[in-house]
């Protein structure tokens, strides 16, 4: 989760989404020790606007919080199936044997702008709307969550990141990183200070999972 919002409205809305997101999940996706695998769509969704309508509304009590938002990707890993969910331009990557693909798709802008072909990958990375996001979690009472599945394997890595990375390190330059026979801890300090090397201009979130 990225928040955004002045002051501290953005970390407010971030930890909000990411502690509230986890509690709903562990309640409503298992049921009598079982994973209700059948309706994670529809678990997904209702956990996503449950996050939503909880940040809305701490923004809407006070003027300390208006405006107040976050993005939100999200990964669960189930048998040989991963389920990924966001919202925002944090982004889910997969690296497998058809190598280091996006599975999200950013609510940005600069994406609109690229699949319009407006403007090139390459020139969405220094835009000056790079940061405006279309759809974030928070802002407004309903929000739409787009939900990808994929088949993974074991050895295949999982990244999940907030664009504190991906604004300032390519993706070549980020699986090179994953390539690399270490462990994910190892791997996940030197993204972080990869991006930081180049930038440090923003917050850094980096989740890696080598999928066994």
Known sequence: A???????????????????????LKENLLQSSNIKIDYID??????????NNIIYEKSMSSLEFEGMG????IAIIYKDNLYVANVGDSRCYLLNENGFNKITIDHSVVEELVKANIITEEEAKTHPRRNHITRAI?????VIVDIFKK?????????????GLTGFVDDNTIKDTLLKDEDVNDLTKEL????????????????????K
Not at 152 to 160: F, P, S, T
């Open 192 to 211: 972080i200070n990869t991006a930081n090397d180049v930038s440090g201009r923003d917050n850094i979130s980096v989740i890696l999972i080598e999928e």
């Open 138 to 142: 928070g802002t407004d009472e309903m």
């Open 70 to 73: 976050t993005t939100l990707v």
């Open 42 to 51: 529809d678990i997904i969704k209702q956990a996503y606007h449950n996050v």
């Open 2 to 24: 990225d928040g955004m919002g002045g002051h501290n409205k953005g970390e407010v809305a971030s930890k909000l989404a990411v502690e509230n997101i986890i509690e709903f």
């Open 151 to 163: 088949q993974i394997d074991a050895g295949n890595k999982i990244l999940l990141t907030s664009d």
